[in-house]
């Protein structure tokens, strides 16, 4: 069986930035948009990334004093240097995490038209298909499971979930909303961050990449299960465009 890999500090996966076309459905009329275009703007598009990460676990183990090996027996504790660290789980239990940027216009549309084809809205001339513009910036994880650990985290949120700006200043997180009741579809945890800084966007358009940054640990642990997220994700405002206009 393969061992714990540690480290000395924290440690994410990464993900490969690949580029989109020019003319995706996303640039057509959202009343021409089809299911198959809906689908796609909701799960493969600037607006969405998907997320493979690795579970991390602060650890503090101690090295023996016999044999020099680190170890996590509380056996014989006394005169031994801790050795603290981060637990990386492997494997197949690997969780996924789908991290969407949910204040674009484009992908709130795309919500609506999905929501009213799941509803079999149909027959008659039916409304177009509209979104109002989010105050705020809005990146959503999906999940139950993500919405477990960060809803009842260990740790203060605005401490740990923020963007990273391409300028290299970053942007706190204003507030967390859980969208779990029956009208939630999907089931996702928002993070809400402002627009405006000083009278001035907070984001450039133009930026090459936004990184989203999100940890938490679950106060109450349950076995099997996963019990920390820690995600860095990587969005790019400069392809996030409708008819070459920003769209975030």
């Known amino acids: 069986m393969p061992q714990p890999t540690f480290i ?13 076309p020019a003319n995706g459905p996303w640039d057509k009329p959202a009343d021409q948009w089809t299911a198959a275009d809906a ?15 690795i579970e991390a676990k602060f650890t503090q183990k101690h090295t023996e004093p ?3 090996l680190i170890s996590d027996s509380d056996v014989n504790l006394n005169n031994t240097n801790n050795v603290r660290g981060v637990q990386l789980s492997k494997g197949s239990s690997t969780p996924s995490y789908f991290v969407k940027w949910m204040s674009a216009k484009t992908m709130r549309l795309a919500l609506e038209k999905m929501h009213r084809m799941r509803s079999n809205v149909a027959g008659g001339a039916q409304p177009p ?13 999906e999940g139950d499971e993500p919405m477990r650990i960060l809803q009842n985290a260990k740790e203060d949120l605005h401490d740990t979930v923020f963007l990273e700006l391409d ?10 909303q859980f969208l779990d009741g029956a009208d939630a579809d999907p089931l996702r945890t928002e993070f809400h961050f402002p627009r405006q800084v ?25 076995p099997g299960r996963s019990n920390a997220i ?6 790019h405002p400069k392809e996030m465009r409708v008819q070459n206009l920003p769209d975030l």
């Open 198 to 222: 000083e009278d001035k966007p907070a984001i450039d358009p133009d930026s090459e990449k936004v990184i989203f940054h999100c940890r938490g640990t679950a106060k109450k642990e349950m």
């Open 66 to 68: 016999l044999t020099g």
């Open 167 to 176: 300028n290299g200043f970053t942007l706190d997180l204003a507030n967390v």
């Open 8 to 20: 000395s500090r924290f440690a994410i996966a990464a993900i490969l930035a690949l580029p989109f």
């Open 230 to 235: 820690a995600i860095r994700v990587e969005f």
């Open 129 to 141: 298909l509209n979104a109002k513009e989010s105050p705020d910036y809005v990146i959503a994880i």
């Open 39 to 53: 689908n796609k703007i909701l799960e493969d598009s600037p607006w969405t990334s998907s997320k493979i990460t």
